[in-house]
């Protein structure tokens, strides 16, 4: 594998652990001003630094993301339909390879509509889109999208990836379903899940936990964190999964947590440090006593990062019990 291919997935799917926390943003490109997502700026300012990278698309790029962010992008190069629209699986290619370049894209995203009406367009695109990229040393995540017609079994999800890494794709988005291993197994490449619609805080810290046990490096999730109440308590609570090998209830107490503090300090941004109160910044390191610092990892006695949980998501690697892999 090229180097520049190698650098772009590893700033995707962190290689000291092999989990991936994508947030996705891109639902505008055929829903229009999705609920609770009509202002992406506002959404993605307080969310970006607590996710790996961004899946978007060229406009919310341009328009919400600031130019000087680290987070990598991973940006949605297919459309063509909306909601409102005959069907959904008609989608093209919109956006050329140097436009991609010229917006640093640290992946292209793409979806395929397997056993839909314009499934031989999308696979075919998928296939050129993945050679066109590969000159350039640019990741290809298809996403392996469902039509009204098809269920989300693994029969359906493990025929669909398959046939996206075939094509070359080098990470494969689809969602979580009954015998979820099955579909990992017979993937040769990297699997990340998608969150689907709004559901209770804890299902979706559940979800995440079942996919990354499954065999999923990550989730690219949505509607599940903007949508939430509570955004970044929910980014931080799925962020403890994947990236602190938290389970369900640990990431949801911490989330309670989080939402507590909110409330009790309702004018406290929750990502800024107090400068006149440091007493009251609590997602922040305590320079002075360490023993205070719970969420933060005691660089003096790495041991004492460990979590008590005895049911934690399959390891991809050492030292993710530790709490400090959660900060990004
Ligand atoms: C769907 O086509 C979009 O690509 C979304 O990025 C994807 O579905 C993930 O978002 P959500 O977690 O809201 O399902």
């Not at 180097?3 to 055929?30: C, E, T």
């Not at 640290?106 to 839909?116: P, T, W």
């Not at 025929?159 to 993937?187: M, P, W």
């Amino acid at each position: 594998m090229d180097w520049g291919l190698k650098n772009r997935i590893s700033r995707i799917i962190k290689p000291q652990n092999n989990r991936a926390l994508m947030l996705a943003v891109d639902h505008g490109y055929f829903l229009g001003p999705t609920e609770k997502l009509e202002n992406p700026k506002k959404v993605i300012a307080p969310l970006l630094k607590h996710c790996d990278s961004l899946m978007l698309t060229r406009g919310v790029q341009r328009m919400a993301v600031p130019a000087t962010t680290e987070t990598p992008m991973v940006l949605r190069v297919s459309g063509g339909s909306s909601i409102i629209g005959e069907d959904l699986s008609q989608e093209d290619i919109t956006v050329s390879i140097e436009d991609a370049i010229r917006l640093n894209a640290s992946a292209l995203a793409m979806s395929i509509f397997v056993g839909s009406k314009y499934e031989y367009q999308t696979i075919v695109n998928l296939g050129k889109l993945v050679s066109e990229a590969e000159r350039y040393g640019i990741p290809v995540l298809a996403v392996t999208a469902v039509g009204k017609e098809l269920g989300k079994d693994a029969r359906y999800l493990s025929l669909a990836c398959r046939v996206a890494a075939e094509q070359g794709a080098h990470i494969v988005k689809t969602y979580y379903c009954d015998n979820f291993e099955k579909v990992v197994q017979s993937c040769p490449v990297p699997i990340i899940v998608a969150g689907g619609k709004k559901i209770p805080e804890r299902d979706a810290l559940q979800l995440t936990y079942n996919a990354i046990k499954g065999g999923a490096v990550g989730v690219d999730m949505g509607r599940n964190i903007w949508q939430s109440e509570n955004p970044v308590a929910m980014i931080r609570a799925v962020r403890y999964i994947v990236h602190g090998n938290a389970n369900v209830e640990q990431a949801y107490q911490l989330y309670k947590k989080l939402v507590n503090e909110k409330k009790n300090n309702p004018k406290q941004n929750q990502n800024q440090p107090n400068k006149n109160n440091p007493k009251q910044n609590q997602n922040q390191p305590n320079k002075n006593n360490p023993k205070q610092n719970q969420n933060q990892p005691n660089k003096n006695n790495p041991k004492q990062n460990k979590t008590k949980n005895q049911s934690q998501p399959k390891k991809n690697n050492s030292n993710q019990n530790n709490p400090q892999n959660v900060q990004k």
